[in-house]
């Protein structure tokens, strides 16, 4: 018997094939970072890291991995490693940017694919086991409402697994750039959790190792971002993720990390954190 769809409301409009669920609200992306982060995300070793510790999570703690869904799935590489890890497995991936939309259903073509919104997700409530979100609550004004989201559609069980930028301290013109409304406190997505009626169950930070030289170039760029124009900080971007993006020391130091994560041991502070919640 075929499974049930897990975009489940009647889509208004849609958008080279891909349905719409989108209301118009404001969106705070590109189609110039989109292209940034396609280019880039496959290989940069704080991504590769960070998909990893996100499969390792669901390994962990998932009881059943039947229905996924992936909240900002972009162009949908995140997609189809959860395809090759979990092949049998109902994935659904949403973005409310429609640019790479159709390139994720080309690469996944089983997968459901949407364009709609993290605080309005297309999805019946218990209906999923496990949502992921990457790099995406940072984006939205409103993140407490995309925690409540999360937590209405898993099931009872379901875990949530979000990845987010940390220490607000260290928020300069490379995260306005990137339109980041914030960089989130220790503890702060756990709490956002807790709120919306989910259970915390682990809360780890990437990028543990590589931390200090971040840390001290973001203090940098903090001192010099008002000198900067607009175009200088977006080459200044371009060319940082880039350059780091090849770092043989920074691919090697995040295999080590992913390692040690996998045998719980970590360091209080990092680039990323990952907040991992169950409903109840």
Not at 150 to 168: C, K, T
Not at 180 to 207: C, I, K, N, Q, T
Not at 250 to 260: P, R, W
């Amino acid at each position: 018997m075929a499974a049930s769809p897990i975009f489940t409301r009647e889509s208004a409009a849609s958008i080279d094939g891909i349905p719409s669920y989108f209301d118009g609200e404001a969106v705070n992306w590109d189609s110039s970072l989109e292209d940034l982060h396609a280019d880039t995300t496959e290989n940069h070793f704080m991504d590769v890291l960070t998909r990893t510790a996100v499969f390792d999570a669901i390994r962990r703690n998932a009881s059943t991995v039947d229905q996924i869904l992936e909240v900002g799935c972009s162009s949908g590489l995140m997609l189809a490693e959860l395809h090759e890890q979990w092949p049998d497995a109902q994935l659904a991936g949403l973005d409310a940017l429609a640019d790479g939309l159709v390139t994720a259903q080309a690469r996944v073509p089983r997968a459901e694919v949407a364009h709609a919104s993290a605080t309005d997700l297309p999805v019946d409530d218990g209906a999923v086991d496990v949502v992921i979100t990457i790099n995406v609550l940072e984006h939205i004004a409103d993140d407490a409402t995309a925690f409540r989201e999360a937590a209405r559609v898993l099931r009872p069980g379901g875990i949530f697994v979000g990845v987010i930028p940390n220490n607000p301290a260290l928020y300069d013109y490379y995260d306005a750039h990137l339109s980041h409304e914030r960089r989130y406190r220790r503890g702060e997505p756990a709490m956002l959790a807790s709120r919306a009626g989910l259970e915390p169950v682990e809360e780890r930070f990437l990028g543990q190792y590589v931390y200090p030289p971040f840390w001290a170039v973001k203090k940098r760029n903090r001192r010099i971002g008002d000198r900067l124009t607009e175009a200088e900080r977006a080459a200044r971007v371009e060319a940082d993720v880039t350059k780091t993006g090849d770092s043989r020391i920074g691919s090697a130091t995040a295999k080590f990390e992913a390692a040690l994560l996998r045998h719980g041991v970590g360091l209080p502070f990092g680039i990323r954190q990952m907040v991992v919640a169950r409903k109840p």
